[in-house]
């Protein structure tokens, strides 16, 4: 299940807002260019590269678990040229593609290694023969200010056009986990939503 910040429909309106500029997506463009590939999927959609990259001709298929995120990758420019997908990456429709991508922090999300297995056996399901799982795997303290495993910290405050206020509370480094709450405080009606997420603080 998706976080909700990803499923609520008023905070997956708002999320691109947050982080606008994804110049990490260029090298992934740039490998599917480099590797020939004609078909494509990328996890939890990313619409920023499923579109460019869909604007080349590629057959791309977003795949994401949360039906909110989708709803607003539909409605982009040119969403019309991508395949949108709700579905859990470690249980996916018959497919074949020549590439799957797993940007930012995805890999990090499957916090045990069954999931984590589950996973690289549904992507070997829809790869065809020679093709390629391209990921990452991030720290995620440089986003999360002052991560503090014996308290509370909030980072990251900012606001967009003075209409909702966003931060970040760590509330937990166990172990390979960090976990940490973003609050949106909505100034029109004062309504605060909140995501809890944890991830797993490497590859798995």
Request: with cysteine; charged share 20%; aromatic share 8%.
């Amino acid at each position: 299940m998706a976080d909700p910040q990803f499923e609520n429909p008023r905070l997956a309106e708002i999320y691109d807002h947050f982080d606008p500029d994804r110049p990490d997506l260029d090298v992934y463009a740039a490998l599917v260019e480099e590797l020939g590939a004609r078909s494509s999927w990328t996890s939890d959609a990313a619409p920023a590269l499923c579109l460019h990259v869909g604007r080349t001709g590629v057959h791309v298929i977003g795949v994401d678990p949360a039906a909110a995120s989708l709803n607003v990758a539909r409605r982009k420019p040119a969403a019309d040229q991508v395949r949108w997908l709700q579905a859990d990456p470690t249980v996916l429709p018959p497919l074949q593609v020549d590439l799957v991508t797993m940007t930012g922090n995805v890999v990090q999300v499957f916090l045990t290694d069954d999931e984590w297995t589950a996973t690289l056996r549904s992507v070997r399901l829809v790869l065809r023969p020679g093709g390629w799982l391209v990921f990452e795997s991030r720290d995620p303290s440089p986003s999360l200010v002052g991560m503090d495993p014996t308290g509370v910290v909030l980072a990251n405050g900012y606001s967009i056009n003075r209409t909702v206020e966003a931060y970040v509370d760590v509330l937990d480094v166990s172990g390979e986990f960090v976990t940490f709450r973003s609050t949106y405080v909505f100034d029109r009606d004062e309504q605060v939503l909140t995501s809890d997420s944890t991830l797993a603080l490497g590859a798995g």
